[in-house]
């Protein structure tokens, strides 16, 4: 085995022995629609995916000339040589179905006959993952780039062609199975969040504790609004500019409540007199930050503030309120957190027609409440955090996999370089990610 753990009846080459032709793209005025005698021309963008994607690409106006030095052919690679340090080196494979030509910014790589270009697509992969292009990258304010020069010098394999095929297929296999692993795991976030909105509005339309209410004597629930649950009216925060120095104020940014549950990390000091203790901006605990304006889709996005009292400050984008003896603090803070409510600030909010729509102290106080007797909101709040526990723990199992099968790409290409492929380990990961699934389908169809 040489360096790169090649098996010996492998030929070590360098990249040049096995292109035949590695060229920079056309850079011709380009359009966004496709006009008459306009061709596709590929970008940076079209190749993100690792896939050659024709939403991605603009149009060119292409004659015989430009059709003949430009146009890709079956086979050839897009290579991105300039980019960010995470996107470099990534490829695509181009499958000839439809006329496109060669744009600048991604270099063509054409393999010889008797190289398998999709074997040389995956030994570019596997260069990827290991770091090597960003190991002799020139390095620019944003982007790095790898020349032609450096590139032909690579060390590739001579593998006998017969056997190109066998791990081009069995690789082809495994990224098949990979490709349908991922497509069933990502659907799993999706449940765990129906799920989630299933169990709250059973919540707060009472169907949850029906037969808990029987023979208590509780009555009907009456609907309240917000300004009856409170203590004083909603007030924003405050914005200043953050400094890159520690001070001793800390105010939250927008990130520390969009997914819903305070987030600490997500923080900018402030070079401001600190505040008194009897100032409206402190947050104390248990306090709940409603964002009054963010995109439509999570404006009025709600959280608890579980910190400590007198250590963070909030924003201007957000409302603060605390609520009265009336009411318990989840309580609240689920209801806001359902679909129906989000959906009441939604269509309450001003400016949606640009990218910050708005909702005004009015809309927060008038919030519709369905407002069972504390005892009832107590039975409410303790049954939603079981069943959010049962949810908390399947996303963790799935963030273990997802961890896990992100990295099978890298350790399958690491094997199949070492002439040692072995797909079982996918295997596993198929059987785990349906288990997943089963155990994820259950718990939404049985609350």
Sequence with gaps: ??????????????LETIVEKMANGANLPQSEVQLEGYLPISRIETIALEEVDLKRVKYVE?????????????GDILFSHINSDKHLG??????????????????????????????????????RFQGKFIDVAQRAVNQSSINQKKLNRFQVPLIPESEQKRIVTKLDALFGHLDVLREKLDRIPELLK????????????????????EGKGLGEWPQKVLSELIID??????????????????????????????????????????PGRDSHLWLKNGDILIQRSNTLDYVGTSAIYDGEDFDFIYPDLMMKLTVNNMIETKYLYFVLSTNKTKEYFRRNATGTAGNMPKINQGTVM????????????????????????????IESQYQ???ANIDQLPQAILNKAFRGELVEQEVKDYVRKVGELRMVAEEVRNNI
């Design 90 to 127: 990534k490829t695509a494979i181009f499958n000839g179905e439809v006329d496109l030509i060669h744009g600048i910014n991604l270099l063509l790589i054409r393999a010889k006959e008797g190289f398998d270009e999709k074997l040389l697509n995956y030994l570019f992969k596997h260069y």
């Design 400 to 402: 273990i996999l997802k």
């Design 1 to 14: 085995m040489g360096k790169d753990n090649w098996p010996n009846r492998w030929v070590k080459t360098d």
């Design 194 to 213: 129906n799920f989630r909105q299933q169990v709250l509005t059973q919540a707060v339309t009472g169907e949850m504790t029906k037969e808990w209410r």
């Design 366 to 393: 008038a919030t519709p409440i369905p407002y069972p007797e504390k005892e009832e909101q107590q039975e409410i709040v303790k049954r939603i955090e079981s069943f959010f526990s049962l949810a908390d723990k």
């Design 62 to 74: 292409a004659d015989e000339k430009i059709i003949e030095k430009y146009a890709l052919r079956k």
């Design 233 to 274: 009216k909603p007030r924003n925060g405050y914005s200043p500019k953050g400094v890159g120095f520690v001070t001793e104020v800390k105010s939250l940014t927008l990130s520390a409540t969009t997914k819903g549950y305070f987030d600490p990390i997500h923080i900018k000091y402030l070079d401001i007199e600190r």
